[in-house]
């Protein structure tokens, strides 16, 4: 089993729609959770950390379940410019502070 | 803000030659770079962990003879890879990680071996 999966996708959606991501990880030790965009041939960028209490950023609203060890990204009214490949990534503590494992990525494409 | 540097964004060389990429953290100091490693469609891969004055930390698979890392100052980690072969090719990314909660990455170096 993978340490990050995540819904594989491709999401194909018209503008303002609202998308959803799940991400799920298997070390119950990690103590960090983030969600990165890649846009193509590019870095990731961080897109928000993910807090316990859940948070929100203008259109995108990130939630944290540690009982069943996922995090999801909510985006409202898509806009054409969020289409990215989106990962979640994960960071355990300890020796390995620091160290985020990604997971596959999702691609999403807002299309008119 | 905080900002990573890599050297060259792209190159393309012959199987059999090495190649050095630079990661550099350009306003902050970096006591540990992360080297990561994408293949097309795939997700970001750790290599290994760099670390200012020390030994780096290799991930399982990752060959430690040929993928030689120096971190020799607090603002610059090396990645060699040493005798490319084309399924060398890929994207490497650093990241550089101020012991603060965010992660700065690189732009990102693009091998292409022939």
């Known amino acids: 089993r993978k340490e990050v999966e995540q819904d594989p996708g491709p999401f194909n959606v018209p503008e303002g729609a609202t998308v959803a991501f799940n991400c799920t990880y298997s070390?119950?030790?990690?103590?960090?959770f983030f969600w990165y965009r890649q846009d193509c041939r590019k870095e990731p960028k961080l897109l928000m950390s993910v807090y316990s209490s859940g948070n929100e950023d203008g259109r995108f609203t990130a939630q944290l379940n540690r009982a069943s060890q996922y995090i999801s990204l909510l985006i409202r009214d898509s806009k054409l410019s969020d289409s990215a490949t989106y990962l979640c990534?994960?960071?355990?503590?300890?020796?390995?502070?620091?160290?985020?494992?990604f997971g596959q990525g999702t691609i999403l494409t807002v299309h008119p | 803000g905080a900002v990573v540097s890599q050297h060259p964004s792209r190159v393309i060389c012959k199987s059999g030659t090495s190649v050095k990429i630079e990661c550099r953290s350009l306003?902050?100091?970096?006591?540990?770079m992360f080297w990561y490693r994408q293949f097309p469609k795939q997700s970001l891969m750790l290599m290994a962990t760099s670390n200012e004055g020390s030994k780096a930390t290799y991930e399982q698979g990752v060959e430690k003879d040929k993928f030689l890392i120096n971190h020799a100052s607090l603002t610059l980690s090396t990645l060699t890879v040493t005798s490319a072969h084309p399924e060398d090719s890929s994207f490497y990314i650093c990241s550089a990680f101020p012991r603060t909660d965010t992660q700065y990455f690189g732009p990102g170096t693009r091998l292409t071996v022939l």
């Open positions: 070390n119950s030790a990690s103590q960090s």
């Open positions: 306003d902050f100091q970096a006591t540990t």
């Open positions: 990534a994960v960071r355990a503590g300890g020796t390995s502070y620091g160290k985020l494992t």
